[in-house]
């Protein structure tokens, strides 16, 4: 069992930056993909970024070079920084985390609460 807390959602104005952290905790010896998606209201749930315990990421391709995903794993924590914020960026986004496998996007066994963020045009 591995429990995920996100934190670092608030309000914004485009343009602007957050940076999100997700602690894990439970089973946290297993060298889990961490991964963050998103969901706005009335949209499907959307990849965002994953990265493996050996740090190879991957980006959807709405995000990419605007966000940056990383993680500690001596702190069980990970990292999405965020810039150059659009309004579609707005979102509940939650992390998630899998036993490491070849597939970054899908496969996700456990998820946190999600955290808000919104980003005023």
């Known amino acids: 069992q591995v429990q995920l807390v996100e934190s670092g959602g608030g309000l914004v104005q485009a343009g602007g930056s957050l940076r999100l952290s997700c602690v894990a905790s439970?089973?946290?010896?297993?060298?889990?993909?961490l991964g963050w998606f998103r969901q706005a209201p009335e949209k499907e749930r959307e990849f965002v970024a994953a990265?493996?315990?050996?740090?190879?990421?991957a980006y959807g391709d709405s995000v990419k070079g605007r966000f940056t995903i990383s993680r500690d794993n001596a702190k069980n924590t990970m990292y999405l920084q965020m810039d150059s914020l659009k309004p579609d960026d707005t979102a509940v986004y939650s992390c998630?985390?899998?036993?490491?496998?070849?597939?970054?996007?899908?496969?996700?066994?456990?998820w946190g609460q999600g955290t808000q963020v919104t980003v005023s045009s």
């Open positions: 439970g089973r946290t010896g297993s060298r889990y993909v």
């Open positions: 990265i493996t315990w050996s740090g190879a990421t």
């Open positions: 998630a985390a899998k036993p490491t496998g070849l597939a970054l996007v899908t496969g996700y066994d456990y």
